[in-house]
């Protein structure tokens, strides 16, 4: 191989996995168990950032219940503490940087 060829390659790998950690998604289904702690599973961010839980009712974002720090890449089992046992629907929110990357809408079992 040349080095032309090395370097092409190199920067072609590079973006390549830089494109793979760009994404911000829930991996988890849509229901979670009731409780003062919602387990969220798998969260991958492409950035530090924060996940957020609110109240969430008729498609309406209520009030929020709590909150977890994300660092950047996957996220295994992450919990989020609400206080209180949280027995209504929920949505989720990913910011990184300050800004909405993702939100689910869960049911609560």
Do not use: C, W
Request: net charge neutral; charged share 20%.
């Amino acid at each position: 191989m040349t080095i032309k060829t090395l370097i092409l390659a190199a920067a072609a790998a590079s973006i390549t996995a830089s494109a793979s950690v760009a994404d911000t998604y829930f991996q988890k289904g849509r229901t979670l168990d009731a409780g003062s702690t919602l387990d969220l599973g798998l969260i991958t961010a492409e950035g530090n950032g924060v996940v957020a839980i609110y109240d969430y009712h008729r498609g309406e974002r209520g009030a929020l219940l709590g909150t977890e720090q994300l660092s950047a890449g996957a996220n295994t089992d992450v919990r989020v503490k609400t206080g209180l046992p949280t027995k209504r629907d929920v949505i989720a929110v990913i910011s990184v940087d300050g800004q909405e990357k993702a939100a689910k809408d869960f049911v609560v079992n």
